[in-house]
């Protein structure tokens, strides 16, 4: 129990367009999902937390009109960077939070590359 | 702002060794402590989680220990082997469920 798959697990599009990333809890559900991004060679850093129902929160510095966060069900958040550029370029993980357990569960990553 | 931090970045070792993965943070006022494996190119492992109120946790070759008083975790690998390359992350987990990631130990076990 407690898998998070995330889609698609790699794209490559051109700057200036946009790309959804899909993070989904498959068998519990998760009120609250967390977005991270991880650079070459460095460690994972939070974007933003996710609240089904209700609005994102993101951590300093990072554009909340440039990663927008929707999470309609308690299932599913998404992740969509909006005019992409090439320094958008990262590996994108999402986690899930299974209530009553007190434990993020993570997705497998999705690997945006922006040309 | 929490900062977490693992000594030493990079770690080549003998098969067949132990080993020990330092992580530290600045702020002792976590919820939980928990640690990842990561393989190049791909996502998280979940390995142990240390409850606050725990001292350490135990699977199989690896014992992980946590003294929040001093904001310090390590984690053992007993016997090590070679499928035990991988980058190795601590992060902390505070009360209001962030986590905050470590820099990572690069960790190769040489046949």
């Known amino acids: 129990g407690a898998v998070v798959s995330q889609h698609p697990s790699r794209v490559i599009c051109k700057s200036g367009t946009s790309v959804k990333i899909e993070c989904r809890s498959l068998d519990f559900q998760a009120t609250t999902m967390f977005w991270y991004r991880q650079f070459p060679k460095q460690s994972l850093m939070l974007m933003a937390t996710?609240?089904?129902?209700?609005?994102?929160?993101?951590e300093q510095g990072v554009e909340k009109d440039k990663f927008l966060i929707n999470h309609a069900s308690l299932t599913l958040s998404t992740l969509t960077v909006t005019s992409a550029h090439p320094e958008d370029s990262s590996f994108y993980i999402c986690?899930?939070?299974?209530?009553?357990?007190?434990?993020?569960?993570f997705g497998p990553g999705t690997r945006l590359t922006v040309l | 702002k929490q900062e977490v931090t693992q000594i030493p970045a990079a770690l080549s070792v003998p098969e067949g060794e132990n080993l020990v993965l330092n992580c530290s943070f600045t702020d002792s006022a976590i919820y939980n402590l928990q640690w990842f494996r990561q393989d190049p190119g791909k996502g998280l492992t979940s390995l142990l989680l240390i409850q606050s109120s725990q001292r350490e946790q135990t699977s199989g070759r690896l014992n992980a220990s946590l003294d929040k008083s001093s904001g310090r975790s390590t984690l053992y690998i007993a016997a090590s082997q070679p499928g035990d390359s991988a980058t190795y992350l601590c992060?902390?987990?505070?009360?209001?469920?962030?986590?905050?990631f470590g820099t990572g130990t690069r960790l190769t076990i040489i046949p």
């Open positions: 986690s899930a939070d299974r209530a009553g357990v007190n434990e993020q569960f």
């Open positions: 992060a902390v987990i505070e009360l209001n469920e962030k986590l905050t």
């Open positions: 996710s609240n089904e129902g209700s609005k994102a929160t993101y």
